[in-house]
């Protein structure tokens, strides 16, 4: 086995080789953090859930006036139609909670990618909003966060950085955003090549998280492609 796999290995073998007791506490109650915010679903009646899409809103379009949480006013930021909750229901809240967290702390790059900014877009774009639902639900399943603990290397690893930053996946979320236009760009996609583009993506961020000088999330190469 090379040395770059063996490499891979530590975090996992950290998690099942017995680590200390506080150690291991500190990481299930990490990943059980993170578990109890995936398992919640939209809640188009909540008001938390109803503020925290109005508050995207304001974050995406700042000074102009929403006219309802139903409304074709929607369909301007890439929701499906003009109810958005109808599109939480692959990612549920957090994935509302993500595009909120990219907009507050990233909002060059947030508006950015909105409106389309960069490179020679095509005809067919893809939907900005339903994308980050997607990209929500991409993750999930690419780190396994839905098992009782990490059960690939990636998982461990991106736990690992879990513990070193809560917002950990937040901040991936933006990054593999920022990655994915990136990769639409070079590939001269248009629609209906998005799952390709996502798989590219994952790809990709498979092999930046297992770099051996991944401390934390920050480190990641791609993170430098992110603009406050």
Same mark, same amino acid.
């Given at each position: 086995? %090379?040395?770059?796999?063996?490499?891979?290995?530590?975090?996992?073998?950290?998690?099942? &080789?017995?680590?200390?007791?506080? +150690?291991?506490?500190?990481?299930?109650? &990490?990943?059980?953090?993170?578990?109890?915010?995936?398992? $919640?679903?939209?809640?188009?009646?909540?008001?938390?859930?109803?503020?925290?899409?109005?508050?995207?809103?304001?974050?995406?379009?700042?000074?102009?006036?929403?006219?309802?949480?139903?409304?074709?006013?929607?369909?301007?930021m890439?929701?499906?139609?003009?109810?958005?909750?109808?599109?939480?229901?692959?990612?549920?809240?957090?994935?509302?909670?993500?595009?909120?967290?990219?907009?507050?702390?990233?909002?060059? +790059?947030?508006?950015?990618?909105l %409106?389309?900014?960069?490179?020679?877009?095509?005809?067919?774009?893809?939907?900005?909003?339903?994308?980050?639902?997607?990209?929500?639900f991409?993750?999930?399943?690419?780190?396994?966060?839905?098992?009782?603990?990490?059960? +690939?290397?990636?998982?461990a690893?991106?736990?690992?950085?879990l513990?070193?930053?809560?917002?950990?996946?937040d901040?991936?979320? &933006?990054?593999?955003f920022?990655?994915?236009?990136?990769?639409?760009?070079?590939?001269?996609?248009?629609?209906?090549?998005?799952?390709? $583009?996502?798989?590219?993506?994952?790809?990709?961020?498979?092999?930046?998280?297992?770099?051996?000088?991944?401390?934390?999330?920050?480190?990641?190469?791609?993170?430098?492609?992110?603009?406050?």
């Amino acid at each position: 086995m %090379c040395a770059n796999a063996l490499r891979a290995l530590y975090p996992i073998l950290n998690w099942l &080789c017995s680590p200390p007791k506080a +150690s291991f506490k500190r990481k299930e109650e &990490c990943l059980q953090r993170l578990q109890n915010r995936i398992e $919640v679903p939209y809640d188009s009646q909540n008001r938390e859930h109803q503020e925290a899409l109005k508050a995207l809103w304001h974050a995406s379009f700042p000074g102009t006036e929403l006219l309802g949480l139903v409304s074709d006013q929607w369909k301007e930021m890439g929701w499906q139609g003009k109810d958005p909750s109808t599109d939480f229901r692959g990612g549920g809240f957090i994935s509302l909670e993500n595009l909120l967290y990219f907009a507050k702390n990233y909002p060059k +790059s947030f508006e950015e990618l909105l %409106c389309k900014q960069n490179g020679d877009r095509a005809l067919w774009e893809y939907p900005f909003a339903v994308a980050g639902v997607n990209i929500t639900f991409m993750l999930i399943q690419m780190l396994d966060l839905q098992a009782a603990k990490p059960r +690939s290397l990636i998982g461990a690893v991106f736990l690992n950085l879990l513990i070193e930053n809560d917002r950990a996946f937040d901040i991936l979320y &933006c990054i593999t955003f920022k990655l994915m236009d990136r990769k639409w760009l070079e590939m001269h996609a248009t629609y209906m090549d998005f799952n390709t $583009v996502i798989k590219s993506t994952r790809r990709q961020l498979e092999r930046e998280l297992l770099l051996e000088d991944i401390q934390q999330i920050e480190d990641m190469p791609s993170y430098n492609f992110l603009a406050r």
